[in-house]
């Protein structure tokens, strides 16, 4: 009798262990970055991309708040050129790098316009795929093909190549390793930094379910969205941290202060620093 005990207690023992395991789902393993950092101060950036860039009064106007306040006398300087629905191979970067061209004049302080330095332009330049592009069947290869090509453009003309790894659509999560594995190829591939923006939506989300990081659409940037996105590009940029910043986006400073901190922890945790 106690021997059949003893048998079942084990049968029963395994069982759960089995039952166990079954339950554990493997995380995907998230390839890990090679440049973890820019190489240098950008005090003139082009942002190349799409309508995820230009929603909220465009990302680069909200980047440039953060980072004026947050590097004080540093003149940070950005261009956005976007185009509707666009990936990397609607963007001729060869005319939009020409010496005096795009950037050759800012408007500045009361709308006086300040001319620049003549010659480039740009320290860096921050390419983003259109939202599907990276892992669709068909266009992934084009992806690829083209942040080779633009980033050789760029570093030709004496600038940084920068990747922005965009969201997973709200209704779609599991984009975001995806999108992450494929920018983050990318990024090695060509030595460029990568922008995890993505994997921030997925922390914050994560932080806080009810925090509306999405229009309507379930694609494109509320302001709370382009705000944390903004966070992360500083934070990877420039390897600071954007915490304590005081301009908010008309968040509130509680809000701000979630996005700031979520911005510089997936940072730290991408680049393993």
Same mark, same amino acid.
């Given at each position: 009798?106690?021997?059949v ?22 995380a ?15 005090k ?29 006398? /540093?003149?940070? @300087?950005?261009v $956005?050129? =976007? +185009?509707?629905? *666009? %990936? ?6 060869? #005319? ?48 690829? /093909?083209?942040? @080779?090509k633009? $980033?050789? =453009? +760029?570093?030709? *003309? %004496? ?6 790894? #965009? ?9 975001t390793?995806?999108?992450?594995d ?36 379930? @694609?494109?940037? $509320? ?51």
């Amino acid at each position: 009798m106690k021997l059949v005990q003893l048998i079942r207690q084990g049968a029963l023992r395994l069982a759960v262990l089995l039952a166990a395991s079954l339950c554990v789902i493997p995380a995907l393993a998230q390839i890990k970055p090679e440049r973890t950092d820019l190489g240098g101060t950008a005090k003139s950036i082009l942002w190349v991309g799409n309508s995820f860039f230009y929603y909220n009064n465009s990302m680069h106007n909200v980047f440039g708040s953060i980072a004026r306040e947050a590097m004080p006398g /540093q003149n940070v @300087r950005g261009v $956005s050129v =976007t +185009i509707s629905g *666009s %990936g990397l191979d609607w963007h001729d970067m060869d #005319s939009l790098l020409r010496p005096d061209g795009i950037g050759r004049y800012s408007f500045v302080g009361d709308n006086e316009i300040r001319v620049n330095p003549a010659g480039k332009q740009f320290d860096a330049v921050i390419m983003m795929d259109c939202s599907q592009c990276p892992v669709h069947p068909q266009l992934k290869p084009v992806f690829h /093909q083209f942040a @080779r090509k633009h $980033s050789e =453009t +760029i570093v030709r *003309s %004496g600038m940084q190549p920068v990747l922005f790894m #965009s969201w997973a659509y709200k209704d779609k999560p599991a984009m975001t390793q995806p999108l992450a594995d494929e920018y983050t190829k990318a990024g090695n591939d060509n030595n460029a930094l990568v922008i995890p923006a993505g994997l921030a939506f997925a922390r914050a989300i994560s932080k806080a379910p009810d925090l509306e990081l999405y229009q309507a659409d379930k @694609r494109h940037p $509320s302001v709370a969205g382009t705000y944390l996105a903004a966070c992360t590009s500083f934070a990877a940029l420039y390897g600071k941290s954007p915490v304590g910043v005081r301009f908010d986006a008309g968040l509130g400073a509680e809000r701000a202060a979630m996005l700031q901190q979520t911005a510089w922890e997936t940072v730290q945790d991408y680049f393993k620093r």
